[in-house]
C-alpha cells in the first residue's frame, strides 16, 4: 500500500533562504564580517589598510589608465551593477521579473517563485551579460517574447536572449550604443605565411572583442540601406588576405555595376567588371574557372583544394547585387547571371570560388539565390522584416533590431551578425577603409606583385 504525501504549504524558513544565498555569494558572506571584525578590533589598521588601497588604485588608474581599465575596472563595474544598481538588486529584480510576467506561485505553498541571477559581467559601460537560471516550466520562448519589456525595464535600449544549457540562459543587454568611434583599417600582415584564412580580421563586437571570420569556405552576403556601410564589411578582410592577393594564391574577380564602389581596386583585380554587361561576362567566366577546377581535381583525385598559386582561393565579389540578379533590362541576361551564381553558391566551396555580395533590398525576388550565402552581416535596414530575411527566422525577435540603427553617418558599419552556434545575434562594427588606407592597400599589393611577376608571375585582364 503506497503512502499518501501532500507537499507543505509552510515556506522554507528565512534561515535556510540565507544560509542558501550566503553559499551562493561567499565572497560577500566572508569579506564584509571579516571587514567589520577587522574595523572593530582594530580600526585605525583597518582604515589606514583601506586607505592605501583607494589611493593605490587611483594612482594606477592615473599612471596606466590601460592597464587599469583592463584588469581592475570591469571588476568595479560589474560590483556596481550587480550590488548597486536599481535593476538586479533583490527588490529590483523581483518587480523587473514580475513586470516581464516572468515569475510564478509555488503550486503549493504559494511562494513567489523569481529567475535566479547565476553572475553579471560588465563589459562595458554599455554592454553587460547576465547569466540566469530560469523556472521550471520556461522556455527561451517565454523570455524572447518579453525581451522588449526587459529593455525597458532595465532602461536598456535592447535586450537578446542566448540559451546556454537546459534552464540557463543569457541576457544580453546593450544599454546605449557601444560604438561610439570608428574601427581603424586592419593592419597589413607582414607576410603569407601571417595571414589566418580562419581568423580574418572585420572589426569588433559589442563585447569589445575582435570580429574574425572564417572566409575560407564561406560565401557572404551584407544587406544595408545606402550609406549603411556595407563597403566597409567587403573592404576590411581584403587587407588581411592582401600578401596572398599579390602572390597569387587568392585572386579577385570584381563585379561593379554602379562602376563607382570597386573601381580603387581594380588595378588589383584579376578580374575588373564596370557595368552590367561586363559584370555578366565575370560571372560566367568565374562559373568556367570554377568548374575548370572541378576537373583538375578530380583528375588529381582530391575531394577539396588548399589554396596555392596553382589553385588559389577566388573570390567573386559584386557590389550591387540587385542590379546583377534583378534590376539590370536584358531578361536573359540576369536569368544566366542567376543560373551562375546558383551554381557558384552550391559547389563552389570545394573548389575555392566564393561569392561575396552586398544588396539593399534583401528580398527573394532581388537575390533568389540568398539561402545559398552561408555567412551574413545585416547592417542598417529600411525595414522589419529585413532582419529576418538576413539572419533567419526569429533574428529580430531575438535582438537583430537592424531597422532601428539611426539613419547618420556616424552608424555606418554597425549591424548584426549571428553566433554559430546559438543563432544569437551579436552587435558587431566593421573597421572604415579611408581613401588613403585603400591607396596604400593598393600600393602594398602592387609592389609585392611587380616582385612576384619578375619571378614569372601572371598578369592581370580587365574588363572594360
Known amino acids: 500500500m503506497s503512502e499518501n504525501r501532500t507537499n507543505s504549504k509552510r515556506k522554507t524558513g528565512i534561515e535556510w533562504r540565507a544560509a542558501a544565498w550566503a553559499t ?30 583607494v589611493a593605490a588604485a587611483i594612482a594606477w588608474g592615473r599612471a596606466h589608465p590601460d592597464s587599469f581599465d583592463q584588469v581592475v575596472l570591469p571588476h568595479l563595474r560589474n560590483l556596481r551593477r550587480r550590488w548597486l544598481s536599481a535593476t538586479y538588486t533583490g527588490p529590483a529584480w523581483k518587480r523587473n521579473m514580475r513586470e516581464a510576467n516572468l515569475v510564478r506561485e509555488h503550486p503549493s505553498t504559494g511562494e513567489l517563485l523569481v529567475p535566479r541571477i547565476l553572475r553579471l559581467r560588465s563589459y562595458s559601460s554599455a554592454v553587460e551579460t547576465v547569466w540566469i537560471r530560469i523556472l521550471k516550466g520556461q522556455t527561451v520562448k ?17 535586450v537578446t536572449v542566448e540559451k546556454l544549457a537546459p534552464r540557463k540562459i543569457a541576457l544580453i543587454v546593450q544599454r546605449r550604443e557601444p560604438f561610439t568611434y570608428t574601427i581603424p583599417a586592419p593592419e597589413i600582415p607582414a607576410s603569407v605565411e601571417e595571414v589566418d584564412l580562419t581568423r580574418v580580421h572585420f572589426g569588433f563586437d559589442e563585447f569589445g572583442r575582435e570580429w574574425t571570420e572564417n572566409i575560407a569556405d564561406k560565401h557572404m552576403l551584407v544587406a544595408g540601406a545606402s550609406g549603411s ?15 596572398m592577393i599579390a602572390e597569387g594564391s587568392v585572386r579577385l574577380w570584381l563585379c561593379d555595376p554602379k562602376q563607382v564602389e570597386l573601381n580603387a581596386a581594380a588595378p588589383i583585380a584579376h ?6 554587361e561586363a559584370s555578366a561576362e565575370v560571372v560566367s567566366e568565374f562559373l568556367e574557372d570554377q568548374q575548370a577546377t572541378q576537373a583538375k581535381l578530380q583528375e588529381s583525385g582530391l575531394r577539396k583544394f588548399t589554396p596555392s ?7 567573386l565579389l559584386v557590389d550591387e547585387l540587385g542590379a546583377v540578379l534583378a534590376y539590370a533590362s536584358d531578361r536573359m541576361r540576369m ?11 552550391s559547389q563552389g566551396r570545394a573548389t575555392g570560388h566564393l561569392m561575396w555580395g552586398a544588396v539593399q533590398e534583401p528580398t527573394k525576388d532581388t537575390v533568389p539565390v540568398r539561402d545559398l550565402f552561408t555567412f551574413r552581416v545585416c547592417l542598417r535596414v529600411t525595414a522589419a522584416v529585413h532582419p529576418e530575411m538576413v539572419l533567419g527566422d526569429g533574428a529580430r525577435m531575438r535582438g537583430a533590431l537592424a531597422d532601428e540603427i539611426p539613419n547618420i553617418p556616424e552608424t555606418a558599419g554597425i549591424g548584426f551578425k549571428v553566433a554559430e552556434r546559438t543563432r544569437t545575434p551579436v552587435r558587431v562594427r566593421a573597421a572604415y577603409a579611408t581613401d588613403a588606407d585603400l591607396e596604400a592597400l593598393v ?6 606583385r611587380a616582385e612576384h611577376e619578375r619571378q614569372g608571375g601572371s598578369h592581370l585582364r580587365l574588363v572594360a
Open 309 to 315: 598559386v596553382e589553385t588559389p582561393l577566388n573570390i
Open 443 to 448: 600600393k602594398y599589393v602592387l609592389d609585392e
Open 229 to 243: 556601410g556595407k563597403n566597409s564589411v567587403l573592404w576590411a578582410p581584403l587587407f588581411t588576405l592582401a600578401p
Open 271 to 276: 578580374r575588373y567588371a564596370s557595368g552590367e
Open 335 to 345: 536569368a544566366r547571371n542567376r543560373q551562375g551564381m546558383a551554381l557558384v553558391g
Open 24 to 53: 551562493r555569494h561567499p565572497l560577500i558572506t566572508t569579506s564584509v564580517p571579516a571587514l567589520g571584525y577587522a574595523g572593530a578590533t582594530a580600526p585605525e589598521v583597518t582604515a589606514w589598510a583601506a586607505g592605501s588601497t
Open 142 to 158: 517565454h523570455w524572447m517574447d518579453a525581451a522588449e519589456v526587459l529593455a525597458v525595464a532595465f532602461n536598456a535600449e535592447r
